[in-house]
């Protein structure tokens, strides 16, 4: 409970406002998101470089699970589709979704 409520002070505080589109049911859900720092892809090696994002959600009153293919709306012109989804778990239970992008 209390790594649920830093993650979600952290994303209230750092976070912007995005949205994602499901694939499978075309349905558009308004959330906030906040960049990651960090980015590593494992199986792109260190002379290639990748472009790609991640952002980070919490999984507190989600009403879905993202999933690979969704769209992910930052902006009217930035807007990227979900390669992978990481669930972010503390003590046994998912607090929050680590969303990379390409």
Do not use: C, W
Request: no cysteine.
């Amino acid at each position: 409970m209390m790594f649920q409520n830093v993650l979600n002070s952290i994303i209230n505080l750092h976070g912007t406002d995005v949205a994602i589109k499901s694939l499978e049911t075309a349905t558009i859900y308004n959330l906030r998101a906040v960049i990651s720092n960090y980015y590593r892809s494992p199986v792109v090696e260190e002379e290639i470089q990748s472009i790609g994002r991640q952002y980070i959600i919490s999984s507190k009153d989600l009403a879905f699970v993202p999933k690979r293919g969704d769209r992910f709306t930052i902006s009217s012109n930035q807007y990227f589709s979900i390669s992978d989804v990481q669930e972010m778990i503390a003590f046994g239970k998912t607090i929050g979704y680590r969303l990379v992008l390409k």
